[in-house]
Structure formats: C-alpha cells, structure tokens
C-alpha cells in the first residue's frame, strides 16, 4: 500500500489534484456572488426600519403621560422596525402590568433578534474560511507545478512559474472574498446590537411609565373628631 503502486491516501490525494485548482476558485466566486445577494438583502432591510429613537421616546412620554395608551399602540404597529414591532406588543398589554409588559418585551425582543440575525453566521463562516478555502486552492496548484517539475527536470521556472502563480491566485481570490464579508458581518452585527440598545431604551419608558401611572395615590387621612364641648 505505497511504493509499489498500490492503493495510498497520498496517491489518492495527488489523482484528486490533477482537478486542479481552477474549480476551488469557482467556489469561491460562488460563494462570492451568494455573498452580494445576502448582503443586498440584509442592507434593503437594515436600511428601511431605520428610526429616530430619541423622536419615538419622546412621543412615548407624552402619549403615555396623557393616558393615550391605544393611540401609542397604533402608531408603533403602523412601523417595521424591530423598536416599533416589539413597543407595539409591549403596549398592548400595558393595562396588565409591568411584569406582563417586560415579559411580552423579551419575547418580542427575541423573534425580532431572529429576523435580523439571519445570515449572520453565513457572513462570519466566510469571513473566516474563504482565506483557507483559497490557501487549499494554491497548495493544489503546488502540487501539480512539482509534479510537472518532475516528470520535466530539465524545465526549470518555466515549467512551474505559471503554475505557482495560478495556484497564488486562489489565495488572492480567497482573501478578496473574505474581506467584504467580516467587513459586513462586522457593520450587521453592530447595527443590531444598536438596535437591540434602541428597544431596551425605549421599553424601559414603557415600564417606569406603567409602574408610575398604576400606582394608586394614597388616601387622605381621616379628620380627626371634634373634641366634645365643655359643659
């Protein structure tokens, strides 16, 4: 199982690269355009549920200090944000309580982190693999440049110059793709934490303004009894 010929994993790794390393590049092409598509989508999204957090919370305070809690209710289900989705639930149970409203918040809160994460993973995969993915590329065309090296001695850089330098494309293309994907894995991932920051903010006005309008005012305090009239 070696010199003579026979079966190996060395002979069956050097016949699996006489494939060459043009099809790794492909891949990575691919996984490329893939990439773009994702991001387009991502970026449509991100772009179009953009709000003014400071502007919300402000008409939060005043809708809610004036007791106009279904009005406030309206106009944040008329958003797409991932603020205006989850206020909108937390408003509809606002006459339940603040332990209700937190709870509905956090759920909301994490079916819209849902929407948002995804194809998260698939931009950090990439951004971390594609540089290997072209390394393997140019270890293949190594390979074969060695090997026609071998079979032609007397060739000398003419024979395995085009041969490394294909094999360098690979690497080339690997990082080309690896960049602009942690670079927006990157921008994703800190649009989301800002805009997870944006709905704890503003569900937080929600609840200390529950907590403040249910408190029920204290009772006044009994008149005392007139003292009985001297005799």
Same mark, same amino acid.
């Given at each position: +199982?070696?010199?003579?010929?026979?079966?190996? !994993?060395?002979?069956?790794?050097?016949?699996?690269?006489?494939?060459?390393?043009?099809?790794? +590049?492909?891949?990575?092409?691919?996984?490329?355009? =893939?990439?773009?598509?994702?991001?387009?989508?991502?970026?449509?999204?991100?772009?179009?549920?953009?709000?003014?957090?400071?502007?919300?919370? @402000?008409?939060?305070?005043?809708? =809610?200090? *004036?007791?106009?809690?279904? $009005?406030?209710?309206? +106009?944040? /289900?008329?958003? @797409?944000?991932? $603020? $205006?989705?989850?206020?909108?639930?937390?408003?509809?149970?606002?006459?339940?309580?603040?332990?209700?409203? $937190? *709870?509905? +918040?956090? /759920?909301?809160?994490? @079916?819209?982190?849902?929407?948002?994460? @995804?194809?998260?993973?698939?931009?950090?995969?990439?951004?971390?693999?594609?540089?290997?993915?072209?390394?393997?590329?140019?270890?293949?065309?190594? !390979?074969?440049?060695?090997?026609?090296?071998?079979?032609?001695?007397?060739?000398?850089?003419?024979?395995?110059?085009?041969? !490394?330098?294909?094999?360098?494309?690979?690497?080339?293309?690997?990082?080309?793709?690896?960049?602009?994907?942690?670079?927006?894995?990157?921008?994703?991932?800190?649009?989301?934490?800002?805009?997870? /920051?944006?709905?704890?903010? =503003?569900?937080? !006005?929600?609840?200390?303004? /529950? *907590?403040?309008?249910?408190?029920?005012?204290?009772?006044?305090?009994?008149?005392?009894?007139?003292?009985?009239?001297?005799?």
């Amino acid at each position: +199982m070696g010199h003579d010929g026979s079966f190996s !994993i060395i002979n069956l790794f050097l016949q699996f690269s006489d494939l060459g390393a043009e099809w790794v +590049m492909w891949l990575l092409i691919g996984l490329g355009v =893939l990439m773009g598509g994702l991001f387009l989508e991502r970026l449509f999204l991100y772009l179009r549920t953009q709000v003014n957090a400071p502007g919300i919370a @402000r008409e939060l305070v005043m809708a =809610l200090s *004036q007791g106009k809690v279904k $009005e406030a209710a309206e +106009m944040m /289900s008329r958003g @797409r944000a991932m $603020e $205006e989705r989850v206020l909108a639930d937390a408003l509809e149970v606002y006459e339940q309580g603040a332990f209700v409203i $937190e *709870q509905v +918040m956090m /759920s909301s809160l994490a @079916r819209e982190k849902q929407r948002f994460d @995804r194809f998260l993973d698939y931009f950090g995969t990439l951004g971390n693999n594609a540089p290997f993915i072209g390394l393997f590329g140019t270890v293949i065309g190594i !390979i074969i440049s060695f090997k026609k090296l071998g079979e032609n001695p007397k060739g000398g850089l003419e024979v395995v110059g085009p041969g !490394i330098a294909e094999a360098l494309v690979a690497t080339a293309v690997g990082l080309l793709v690896a960049i602009p994907a942690v670079v927006a894995y990157n921008w994703l991932k800190g649009s989301m934490k800002k805009r997870v /920051s944006n709905t704890e903010f =503003l569900g937080r !006005i929600i609840l200390s303004q /529950s *907590q403040h309008g249910g408190e029920a005012a204290p009772a006044p305090a009994p008149a005392p009894a007139p003292a009985p009239a001297p005799a």
